[in-house]
C-alpha cells in the first residue's frame, strides 16, 4: 500500500471499524465506537484479513486502498483495480447517491473448457471523502447448502415411503390370510421390524436435524473420554451378544476432551453398532483410545475396528453422505438406515474434529474419531475461606 494513500485514511479509519464491526456482529445495535485517531493502517489490514468475506475499500477515485486475500482470490480485484465493469458502475453509483447498495454476479473465470465461475453477493457501503467498502461472499456455498437440503429432503421422504408402503402391504397380506394363524403371525413380526426401522429412521432424520442447528462447543463441558466411549460400549453390549460378536476396549487413562456428552456417546455407539453389524458371528469388535500430535496439538483419537466383511475403497469415499449404503441389503437387514456415519461426522466437525476409515475388504475396517484434547480439568478440592 502506498504511504500516500495510507497517510490518508486516518479519517476513514473510524467509520470503517463501525461497519466491519457492524458487519461482523450481524447488524446487532451497538452504540457507535469511539473515534481512534491514530488507527494505524497495519490494524486496517489486519481486520480486512480476519474478515471471511472478501473486503475491499476504495479511494474516491476507484483505486484500492486496501484489500484481503479473499477479495482477490474472488477475482474482485486484481493489482490496483477492481477488475468487474458492473460492480464499478455500483461502486460509483453508491458513492454518489450515498446510499448502501447489494448485487448478486455471476462471474467465469478463464477460457473454454477450464473455465469456473464464482456466485458473488456483494454490499457496496459508501464512506466519507469519497471512499467506499466492497463486502463480496461466497453465495455459492449458500446455494450448495440449499441444495444439499433439498437432496436430504427427497432422499429422506423417499425412505421413509419404503417401510410405511411395506406395513401397509403385510397388513392388507394379514388381513387376507386371516384363516391361517401361521401366516398372520409371519406377517405381524415382518410389521413389527418395519414399524421398527420406521422409528429408527425417524428418530435419527431428528437427531441429524437437531446436531445441524446446534453448536456443541458454544456450551461445551470438559468430557472423560473414557466415560463416553465405557457408555457406548454398555449401549451396544446386547447387540453384540446377540450377534455373537466379541466387544473389547483398551483405554488410556486420563484423556479429556470439551464437547457435548450425549452427542459423543452418540458417534462412539454409532460406530460400534456398525462393526457389529457388519462383522459376521464371531467376529471381534474393539474399542481403543490414545493420544495423537497434529501440527503440533495434542488429539484423543477414538479408535473402532473390526475384522469384518470390510469396505471397498470407491465405498469409502461415499459412507459419510447420509443414506448412502455400500451393501443396501445388508445395510437393511442389520436395520442400517445409512445415517449413522453421517450422524458421526456431523458431531467430529461439531467438535472441532474428524472422523477417518481404513478398510480392506474382506479383512475388516477401523474407523478413527479423533477430537481436540483438553487438560483435565482441576480436580483439587476448594479451599476453605
Ligand atoms: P447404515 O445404517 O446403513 O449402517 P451408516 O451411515 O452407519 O449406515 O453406514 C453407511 C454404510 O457404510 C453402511 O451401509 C455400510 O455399507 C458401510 N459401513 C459402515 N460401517 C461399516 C463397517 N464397520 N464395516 C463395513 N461396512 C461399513
Not at 67 to 82: D, H, L, Q, S, Y
Not at 284 to 312: F, K, L, P, Q
Not at 363 to 383: M, N, Q, W
Request: glycine share 8%.
Amino acid at each position: 500500500m502506498s504511504p500516500v494513500i495510507a497517510s490518508g485514511l486516518g479519517a476513514v479509519v473510524g467509520a470503517l471499524v463501525a461497519l466491519l464491526v457492524l458487519t461482523l456482529v450481524r447488524r446487532r445495535r451497538t452504540p457507535p465506537p469511539p473515534e481512534v485517531p491514530d488507527f494505524p493502517v497495519a490494524d486496517l489490514v489486519s481486520i480486512l484479513d480476519a474478515v471471511r468475506a472478501g473486503a475491499t475499500l476504495l479511494g474516491p477515485h476507484d483505486d484500492i486502498v486496501c484489500a484481503n486475500e479473499t477479495a482477490e482470490k474472488m477475482g474482485v480485484v486484481r493489482g490496483t483495480r477492481v477488475v468487474i465493469p458492473a460492480l464499478l458502475d455500483l461502486v460509483r453509483d453508491v458513492r454518489r447517491d450515498g446510499e448502501m447498495a447489494s448485487v448478486n454476479l455471476d462471474l467465469k473465470k478463464g477460457r473454454g473448457r477450464t473455465a469456473t465461475g464464482a456466485q458473488l453477493s456483494v454490499r457496496v457501503l459508501p464512506l466519507s471523502l469519497g471512499r467506499v467498502f466492497v463486502v463480496a461472499d461466497d453465495r455459492a456455498q449458500a446455494l450448495r447448502m440449499r441444495e444439499s437440503s433439498r437432496n436430504f429432503m427427497s432422499n429422506a421422504t423417499h425412505e421413509l415411503k419404503t417401510p410405511v408402503g411395506a406395513i401397509s402391504l403385510l397388513a392388507e397380506a394379514a388381513r387376507e390370510a386371516a384363516d391361517d394363524p401361521e401366516a398372520v403371525g409371519r406377517f405381524t413380526g415382518k410389521i413389527m421390524a418395519e414399524s421398527q426401522r420406521l422409528t429408527d429412521l425417524i428418530s435419527q432424520i431428528i437427531t441429524l436435524s437437531k446436531l445441524q442447528g446446534e453448536s456443541p462447543l458454544a456450551a461445551a463441558e470438559p468430557v472423560e473420554v473414557n466415560q463416553f466411549v465405557s457408555l457406548a460400549l454398555d449401549r451396544c453390549r446386547q447387540l453384540a451378544d446377540a450377534r455373537d460378536v466379541s466387544l473389547t476396549s483398551s483405554l488410556q487413562e486420563g484423556l479429556w476432551v470439551l464437547g457435548d456428552p450425549g452427542q459423543l456417546v452418540t458417534a462412539v455407539s454409532n460406530l460400534v453398532t456398525n462393526g457389529i453389524a457388519y462383522s459376521d458371528a464371531r467376529g471381534r469388535v474393539v474399542v481403543s483410545t490414545r493420544t495423537s500430535m497434529v501440527d503440533g496439538v495434542e488429539h484423543v483419537d477414538v479408535a473402532v475396528s473390526d475384522n469384518g466383511i470390510g469396505i471397498a475403497p470407491e465405498d469409502q469415499a461415499r459412507i459419510f453422505e447420509r443414506f448412502y449404503r455400500a451393501d443396501y441389503a445388508r445395510s437393511r437387514e442389520t436395520g442400517g438406515t445409512g445415517l449413522g456415519l453421517s450422524i458421526v461426522s456431523e458431531v467430529a466437525e461439531g467438535h472441532g474434529g474428524t472422523v477417518t476409515v481404513w478398510s480392506r475388504l474382506g479383512s475388516g475396517s477401523t474407523f478413527t474419531l479423533r477430537l481436540p484434547s483438553v487438560a483435565a480439568p482441576d480436580t483439587e478440592p476448594e479451599e476453605d475461606q
